[in-house]
Structure formats: C-alpha cells, structure tokens
C-alpha cells in the first residue's frame, strides 16, 4: 500500500475541505507531494495529526488554526418551518445525506451526516442548524473508523452518481443538436412536394398570393430544362429530348 493511501486511511473523511483541498484524497495527495502540512484537519484534531506524524516521520505540529480549531463532532438538521426546498444544501452535501426536490421539505439522514457543514454557508434562508453530538469528546475521540468508512463509501458513490448523471446530461445535450440541425436541414431545403403542400394547406389569402407565384416558379423551371435539351414528362419525369 502506498504513503498516499496510507494517509487517506488516517483521515476522518470528514470532506470538509477546511484543510484546503477539495476531499480527504486530495489532501493526502498533497502531503505526499509535500504541497501541504500534517496540521491541517481539524476533525482529525492532535490524535489525527499524530496518526499523519507517525507515517511521514514528520513532527506532530499544532493544528493550524488557520485551517479552524479542534472541536466535538456535530451533525445538522433543517428547520422544515424554514426550507424552501430550494435544493442548494443538497447540492453541497458530500455523502448525499440531504434528501428532498425542488420547492419541497429537505431532511437530514443523520447517520450520513460528516458534520463537514458545508451546507450552511448555501442555505438562504439560514434554516440548517448545528447540534454537538459528542459531548466534550473531539477529534479522533468523536469519530469513529466505521463512521470514517461509512463517510468514505457515501462520498464514493456520491462522486460516481455525478460523474454518470453529467455523462446522460452531455448525451441529451448532444442528441438536442443532433435533431435541431437536422430539422434545420430538412426546413432549408424543402422539396417542391413540400412547397405544393404547404400551400394547399396555407390560408386562402396566402394561396392567392402564393398560387401564381408557384405556378410562374414551375414555368420558369420547365423552360431553363428545355434549354438545357431535356424534356420533361407530368407521368414518366425528365427523359432526354431528341
């Protein structure tokens, strides 16, 4: 197993971003590539900076507090008298712990809540509350390797549902333009059937303006085929002329 995965394993994955990075994979790609310290995770707290220390060989430093503090482990919950199911703290939730639709009531799955509370800073109605659910225990203390695992597996399937709904949302895309072209190809060259029966089923002011106008169309064809030593044939079509 590699230092990077080995990293990720020590992580809360919490996927709170507040260690600067956009998941717990990304912050362990960093530390690997010496792009980040060991102190910046704040769930982890100074048990899971130890944890970090101790696979880099580095010093177990402070926690950043540029990155927030150690604190005990909280989950959130939406005030229903509040939500306007505007479905933005759905769109934010990493473990997809947030259910609800469009202009209806949001819930929270607590046992898929990571307390990351990146739903809060989206909610425009500030209808999402914070309750402290460990008491005085922080960091590695509050969390445990099967909720981390738990946290993991959610993100996971949460990062496969995106990448297949934006793959279906490219092909209907595609397939809009596909059909829009080829109705603007069909409606720039229409037949002369086409022309004889949009003018059939016109409004009787428009026949008697588009009648002999077709008519007089038709002539001029017939001639410029004559001219060109063609003879044209009402039953059998064009046939060349003597």
Known sequence: MSLEQDLLNALPQTQCTRCGYPDCAGYARAIVQGEARINQCPPGGQAGIERLAALTGQPALPLNAEHGVEAPRTVVWIDENWCIGCTLCIEACPTDAIVGTHKRMHTVIEPYCTGCELCLPVCPVDCILVENVSGDD???????????????????????????????????????????LAHLNDSRTPTRETRRASTANAPSSKRRWLGPRLALADERFTHHVMMMGIMVSPIQGARPGP
């Open 138 to 180: 922080t960091g590695w203390k509050a969390w445990s390797g099967e909720q981390a695992d738990l946290a993991r597996s959610r993100y996971a399937q949460r990062q496969q549902r995106l990448v297949r709904a934006q793959t279906e949302h490219q092909s209907q895309q595609a397939a809009k333009a596909r059909n829009k």
